[in-house]
């Protein structure tokens, strides 16, 4: 979640450990109360989006404008982000770098240069290199890359060229959210 597949393992910042950092004093711990759990798991979805919090309560309001179930609507309005859609094609290792190569004008969207990461793609766009950044060398180990990369069902990528296009919105199935939306709707209607 923070450094690529860091968070895949047991060393996980995220995760609660047998014994909290620090000196060992023979104190009991407190049980977390369920705000506590709510705000992890809020907090969960903010550093795998990697989204300071006012970014993350303007996408809470906005899923909550949209009709439907709202835990579900954020889900899918996280994914469309620009950052994270690059993450999923595989051109990024992680989703803060997916956010530096869009911050950098390195992603077209539509054949446009886009430097704003929290821009929503829609159904039907088309996501492709920039000329002159496909002669970097990042850019030829990432199609080095690419083919042992999977691609969500809701993506389409020609592996060949490295253009990507949104076939279709996602669906909260297909994300696999690793944190429980139902909490962070909690938290937020207090």
Not at 53 to 68: D, M
Not at 151 to 173: A, M, Q
């Amino acid at each position: 979640m923070l450094k690529g597949s860091r968070c895949l393992g047991p060393k996980c910042a995220m995760e609660k450990r047998a014994k909290p950092p620090g000196q060992q004093f023979s104190r009991r711990r407190r049980r977390v109360s369920d705000r506590g759990f709510q705000l992890r798991e809020k907090q969960k979805a903010r550093y795998t989006y990697g989204l300071l919090e006012r970014q993350f309560r303007r996408f809470f309001a906005q899923a909550e404008k949209q009709p439907g179930i709202t835990g579900e609507n954020l889900l899918v309005l996280l994914e469309k982000r620009l950052d994270n859609v690059v993450y999923r094609f595989g051109f990024a290792d992680s989703r803060s770098q997916a956010r530096q190569l869009v911050r950098h004008g390195h992603i077209l969207l539509n054949g446009r240069k886009t430097d704003i990461p929290s821009c929503l793609v829609k159904e039907g766009d088309v996501i492709s290199w920039r000329e002159s950044s496909t002669k970097t060398g990042y850019y030829a180990e990432v199609a080095k890359g690419i083919g042992a990369k999977s691609v969500p069902s809701w993506l389409g990528l020609d592996k060949e060229n490295l253009v990507g296009r949104v076939v279709s919105v996602p669906t909260p199935d297909e994300i696999g959210a690793q944190f429980e939306v139902k909490n962070i709707v909690e938290y937020y209607s207090r």
